[in-house]
C-alpha cells in the first residue's frame, strides 16, 4: 500500500515524499529574470511546508522569447549564480528543487516577447500573436538552447530538469496539428510532430549525461484538431523507451480552456478530483517509467486511492500549495486531510502573477 509519506528514488535523487509541487510561474525574478531574494523566500516558504520536490515556474532559455512577465531565466551563464543561492536555500530546507525550461512561442503575453515562433504560421486564438515559422535552421538552434540551458540547470545544482512539453507551449505546439500545419519531416504523422520533442530530448540527455530528465506532457489537448490520447499514449511509450526519468501528466492549453482547461475551476466534489486521472492510468499501464499526475488533487484520501489504482507514483500539485504552502507538515500532523483550495483561481493577482501570496 503506497502512502504518500513513502520515501523513493530516481536515479541518485531521493524523494523524502511522493508530493511533487508543480511548476508554477510566480513572477518574482527581476524583469530580465535574475534570481530575487523574494523568489528565494517563496521557494524557501514552500520547502519548510514539507514538499518532497519543488519544480519552479517555466523559466526562459532564449532571451527573445518570454512568455510571462518576471519569470525565471537561464539563458546564459550570467543566471548561473542566483540559481546556485536558490537551490541551495531549498536544499538546506530539506526539499528537492527542478527547473522547469521552456520556449513559449504564441502563447505568452502580448509586448514581452521580442520574437515570436511557431511550428507554423499561425495566429494563436487567445493570446492573437503571430508565430513566424521556424526554419530547419532554428529549430537546431533552439534545440542546443535547451540542452545548454538544461547544463546550467545542473551546474546550478538543480536536483533535475523538466521539459516544458505540455499546455499549448512550442514543444506541445508541434505535437498539436491545430498549430503544427508542416509539411517536412517535423509535421503530418505523430513521429514527425513529436520529432522536435525528441531531438530537444537527445541533446539535452547528450549534454547532461546521467542528471534526471522530467517532462511535462499533455495526455491530449481536448480541442478539435489537437493530439488525441492516442497520439500521446504514442509519445510516452516512446520517451519511456528512450529513458525519460519522469513523465508528468496534464492536459489541455490555452485555446482548449472552454472545453477542458489546462487549471479547471470548482473543484467541489470528490468526483471532480484528480481531472486527469483515467488518462494516465491508461498511459501507466503500457510505460514503466515513473509517472506523476497533476490536476485537481485537494483530499489526502482521495490522493492516496489514485497512488494505490495503478502505475502512478507520484502525485503534482500546483494551487493547494499556494494556498498553503505548508499543507504537507499539516497533513502529517493534523486530523484535516483536505486542502483548503477552493480552485478559484484568485491565485492569478491582478497583474497575472502570484503576489498576493507574499
Ligand atoms: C498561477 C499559476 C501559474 C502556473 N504556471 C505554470 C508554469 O509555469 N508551468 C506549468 O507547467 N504549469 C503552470 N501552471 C499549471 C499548474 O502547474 C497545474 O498544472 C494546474 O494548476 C493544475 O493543478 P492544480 O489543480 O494542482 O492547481 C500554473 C498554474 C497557476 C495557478
Known amino acids: 500500500m503506497k502512502t504518500i509519506f513513502d520515501k523513493t528514488k530516481i536515479k541518485k535523487m531521493e524523494f523524502k515524499n511522493r508530493i511533487i509541487r508543480s511548476a508554477i510561474w510566480e513572477g518574482f525574478s527581476d524583469e530580465k529574470g535574475y534570481v530575487t531574494e523574494n523568489l528565494i523566500e517563496f521557494y524557501k516558504k514552500l520547502a519548510v511546508g514539507g514538499v518532497g520536490t519543488i519544480i ?4 526562459s532559455i532564449v532571451d527573445y522569447d518570454r512568455p510571462a512577465h518576471n519569470m525565471i531565466s537561464a539563458y546564459d551563464d550570467s543566471f548561473i549564480p542566483g540559481l546556485q543561492k536558490l537551490t541551495k536555500t531549498v536544499h538546506e530546507n530539506g526539499a528537492n528543487i527542478v527547473l522547469q525550461i ?13 520574437k515570436i515562433v511557431g511550428p507554423s504560421v499561425h495566429i494563436n486564438p487567445v493570446t492573437k500573436l503571430e508565430a513566424q515559422e521556424l526554419s530547419k535552421e532554428d529549430i537546431k538552434k533552439l534545440v542546443e538552447k535547451f540542452a545548454e540551458a538544461a547544463q546550467r540547470a545542473k551546474e546550478a ?7 516544458h512539453g505540455a499546455h499549448g507551449y512550442l514543444i506541445s505546439q508541434f505535437i498539436n496539428p491545430f ?9 503530418g504523422s505523430i513521429e514527425n510532430r513529436s520529432r522536435f520533442l525528441f531531438e530537444v530530448y537527445a541533446e539535452v540527455r547528450k549534454k547532461v549525461g546521467d542528471f534526471p530528465i522530467f517532462i511535462k506532457v499533455n495526455c491530449e489537448d481536448f480541442m478539435d484538431g489537437g493530439a488525441t490520447t492516442d497520439d500521446m499514449m504514442w ?10 526519468d519522469l513523465i508528468e501528466v496534464s492536459g489541455g492549453n490555452a485555446t482548449s480552456r472552454k472545453y477542458e482547461g489546462v ?5 467541489d466534489g470528490p468526483e471532480k478530483e484528480a481531472y486527469f486521472k483515467e488518462f494516465a492510468l491508461k498511459i501507466s499501464d503500457i510505460i514503466s517509467t515513473p509517472i506523476s499526475l497533476i490536476g485537481g488533487h485537494r483530499t489526502l484520501e482521495n490522493i492516496e486511492e489514485v497512488l494505490n489504482k495503478g502505475n502512478i507514483e507520484y502525485i503534482s500539485m500546483a494551487r493547494p500549495l499556494l494556498r498553503e504552502p505548508d499543507l504537507i507538515e499539516k497533513w502529517k500532523l493534523e486530523s484535516d486531510k483536505t486542502s483548503k483550495c477552493i480552485s478559484c483561481n484568485k491565485c492569478f493577482g491582478p497583474k497575472g502573477s502570484i503576489c498576493i501570496f507574499l
Open 102 to 114: 521552456v520556449v513559449g512561442g504564441s502563447q505568452g503575453s502580448p509586448g514581452i516577447s521580442k
Open 157 to 163: 545544482n538543480f536536483d533535475a530538469v523538466q521539459l
Open 235 to 244: 509519445v510516452c511509450k516512446k520517451l519511456s523507451e528512450e529513458g525519460i
Open 179 to 187: 498549430f503544427n500545419k508542416r509539411e517536412d519531416e517535423y509535421g
Open 263 to 267: 487549471i479547471r475551476t470548482r473543484i
Open 56 to 59: 519552479t515556474g517555466f523559466t
